[in-house]
């Protein structure tokens, strides 16, 4: 079936450096791929909608200059967290959808565990 | 705005047990209904529901829609400590986008 590759699985980084986050389309185009985030104990939050080629859409409340996202191909999606801080950490998921017509669902990569310290 | 409500935001019960989760939504344009199970890691697909009234079942576990009323529920049946999880409604739209809007998630505990 369809498998979003997310990398890193975990990563722990400094204060005020840059991390970032990859998801590859293993055996699908990914026109469009969504990035989550997902604070302890709650739902997954919709940060933006990347769509290949162009500039990604972002939620309101969600700052672009900071969480960069780039959808350069139609089987890569990159999240960068710039400057990272503490309250940065957090669990980041990238989601794309597959399939096309009435019969479609969504693909998960496994998620990113950020910790800044 | 767009809006999609768990219920309860937790529960626990013990093994055996059958239980039932809930999830209304109110939203423009709606196309599907999708439950998640998040254990660990990343959500796994459960469910995706398009049709009211039709049960959708896997094992212990079934889902219904009613779109009159928007809201689906999830059963799970004979509840195992294999089950515990947060529990995830998702509601997809009719846009270009495509995304999904999540629900505040149900924890569900099963004790042995």
């Given at each position: 079936g369809a498998?979003?590759?997310?990398h890193?699985?975990w990563?722990i980084c ?6 970032k986050?990859e998801c ?23 940060m933006?909608?990347s769509?290949?080629g ?5 939620e309101?409340?969600v ?8 959808h350069?191909?139609l ?5 960068t967290v710039?400057?990272?801080?503490p309250e940065d950490s957090s669990?980041?998921i990238c989601?794309?959808?597959v399939g096309?017509g009435?019969?479609y669902?969504?693909t ?9 310290v | ?5 768990q219920?309860?935001?937790?529960l ?6 059958t239980?039932?989760?809930n999830c ?9 209904l999708l439950?998640?199970k998040q254990e ?8 995706m529901l398009?049709?009211s009234?039709i049960e959708?079942k896997s094992g ?8 009159k ?5 999830l059963?799970?049946t004979?509840?195992q ?5 947060i ?5 997809g739209?009719n846009n270009?986008?495509?995304m999904l809007t999540?629900?505040?998630g ?7």
């Amino acid at each position: 079936g369809a498998v979003v590759s997310q990398h890193p699985s975990w990563v722990i980084c400094k204060s005020g450096t840059s991390v970032k986050i990859e998801c590859r389309s293993l055996d699908f185009q990914a026109t469009t791929m969504f990035w989550y985030r997902q604070f302890p104990k709650q739902s997954l939050m919709l940060m933006a909608t990347s769509n290949e080629g162009s500039k990604a859409t972002y939620e309101q409340g969600v700052e672009k200059d900071k969480f960069l996202i780039n959808h350069a191909s139609l089987t890569l999606s990159t999240l960068t967290v710039t400057s990272a801080h503490p309250e940065d950490s957090s669990f980041y998921i990238c989601s794309a959808r597959v399939g096309t017509g009435p019969f479609y669902g969504y693909t998960f990569g496994s998620g990113t565990r950020l910790t800044v310290v | 705005e767009d809006k999609v409500v768990q219920s309860p935001l937790s529960l626990v019960v013990h093994e055996g047990d059958t239980v039932t989760l809930n999830c209304s939504y109110e939203v423009t344009n709606f196309r599907s209904l999708l439950w998640y199970k998040q254990e660990k890691k990343a959500p796994t697909f459960l469910f995706m529901l398009t049709s009211s009234g039709i049960e959708k079942k896997s094992g212990r576990l079934s889902s219904i829609l009613d779109k009159k009323e928007l809201f689906s529920i999830l059963n799970i049946t004979a509840t195992q400590t294999g089950d515990s999880a947060i529990y995830l409604c998702a509601v997809g739209f009719n846009n270009a986008g495509n995304m999904l809007t999540f629900g505040g998630g149900t924890r569900l505990m099963v004790k042995p």
